[in-house]
T-cell receptor, first 112, second 111 residues
């Protein structure tokens, strides 16, 4: 059985450019989460999708960050006008309802 | 807001020695507690979890953690570590909707 997959694994971009990060959750998992792991820090919650409910966007650090989940499956995290402080590993996780989260390998974003 | 504190950023331990990785949580929310492990160049994996019931929870690779409500702690222990336990360990708490993570403890095993 496939786990959570994320693409790309690495992304280098220039300051001011937009980036899109993709997450494919485990099939059948209704919940999907995005986290950010910055150097020397723990994981920071960004956004949470559960089924057809409105997403919990309380962790998004600014309006440059947005995410969508199409058809209750694949999710895309978009960062507009990237800044150097956006450099981090972006982790996606999914879970069945009310159960533990399974994490993907992450996308390492470097903003030059 | 929930907070999770890992007091040690790095813990070096000799092989076959015991280890304890400390985790404390704030008591302001209902308590689900987790330990995740991140091996070098790999993603996060769930190591063990406390949801309810027995306060002592165990993983398949010899780690255990005890939920201590009075001390608001969920320390991770192993009686004898191996080289393969080298990894970063994250304590997390909260509900199933979103987790609050500690800053991680890097466990280094000394041969």
């Amino acid at each position: 059985g496939a786990g959570v997959s994320q693409s790309p694994s690495n992304k280098v971009t220039e300051k001011g450019k937009d980036v899109e990060l993709r997450c494919d959750p485990i099939s059948g998992h209704t919940a999907l989460y995005w986290y950010r792991q910055s150097l020397g820090q723990g994981l920071e919650f960004l956004i949470y999708f559960q089924g057809n409910s409105a997403p919990d966007k309380s962790g998004l650090p600014s309006d440059r960050f947005s995410a969508e989940r199409t058809g209750g499956s694949v999710s895309t995290l978009t960062i507009q006008r990237t800044q150097q402080e956006d450099s981090a590993v972006y982790l996606c996780a999914s879970s069945p309802p009310g159960q533990s989260q399974y994490f993907g390998p992450g996308t390492r974003l470097t903003v030059l | 807001a929930q907070s999770v504190t890992q007091l040690d950023s790095q813990v070096p331990v000799f092989e076959e020695a015991p280890v304890e990785l400390r985790c404390n949580y704030s008591s302001s929310v209902s308590v689900y507690l987790f330990w995740y492990v991140q091996y070098p160049n790999q993603g996060l994996q769930l190591l063990l979890k406390y949801l309810s019931g027995s306060t002592l929870v165990e993983s398949i690779n010899g780690f255990e953690a005890e939920f201590n409500k009075s001390q608001t702690s969920f320390h991770l222990r192993k009686p004898s570590v191996h080289i393969s336990d080298t990894a970063e360990y994250f304590c997390a708490g909260g509900g199933h909707e979103k987790l609050t993570f500690g800053t991680g403890t890097r466990l280094t095993i000394i041969p």
